[in-house]
Structures are given as structure tokens and as C-alpha cells.
């Protein structure tokens, strides 16, 4: 399974940006698809989850400043009244199944994309 983000940038405090995840790829399911977030000489820490079902979990910090959706296996990341705290590189990561003669909980992480909020 390959995943591949989008939608990173430059946006001033207060403001909007919407990443993209799409996952592809062979795999007998593609179950929960997550964005986490990482800053130089930190943990990475997740972000916001999504299942197949469309059950969603999200980091307490985030004050309900951000939405996941899921369309299939793309998934967005709405992200609303930015701070300069979550400039960060975004991870996009999707678990899933791969049975050959038998079947394996794997997980796909994608190269990442640069968010910077500016004060």
C-alpha cells in the first residue's frame, strides 16, 4: 500500500488548510487511516484517526479545531483556526490487511507534507 499526502503550505494564525491521503495499493482491507504530526526534536504524536466505519479519534489539544473525513481510501484533514503550535510535518498513515498464504496487520506511512503557520 502506498500513501501519499497532500495539501501542506504557508498560512498565517487563524487561518485554514486541508490535507489529502490517499492510500492505494494491494491489500485485502484498508482499515484505519490516521494523520500524526511531528516537530524537530519531538515525538511524533497523532493528530486525528478515521476507521473504515468512519469512527474518528482526536488528540485532546486540538480543541476541536480539526475534522477527518473519509471518502473510501482518501482521507482529509480540515484543520481550522490554525496557531503557530501546530506548525509541524504531517503524516499520513494507513493500516491494513495482506493475506498471501496468510494474513498480516501491516501499515503504510507517507513521506509527509510541511504545515507552517505564520504569526
Known amino acids: 500500500v502506498e500513501v501519499v499526502e497532500s495539501g501542506g503550505g504557508l498560512v498565517p494564525a487563524g487561518g485554514s488548510l486541508r490535507l489529502s491521503c490517499a492510500a492505494s495499493?494491494?491489500?485485502?482491507?484498508?482499515?484505519?487511516i490516521g494523520w500524526s504530526r511531528q516537530v524537530p526534536g519531538k515525538r511524533r504524536e497523532l493528530v486525528a484517526r478515521i476507521s473504515s466505519g468512519g469512527d474518528t479519534t482526536y488528540a485532546d489539544s486540538l480543541e476541536g479545531r480539526f475534522t477527518i473525513s473519509r471518502d473510501k481510501n482518501t482521507v482529509y484533514l480540515q484543520m481550522n483556526s490554525l496557531k503557530v503550535e501546530d506548525t509541524a510535518v504531517y503524516y499520513c498513515n494507513a493500516e491494513f490487511v495482506y493475506c498471501a498464504d496468510m494474513c498480516h496487520d501491516l501499515s503504510a506511512w507517507g513521506q509527509g507534507t510541511l504545515v507552517t503557520v505564520t504569526s
Open positions: 495499493g494491494t491489500a485485502s482491507s484498508i482499515n484505519d
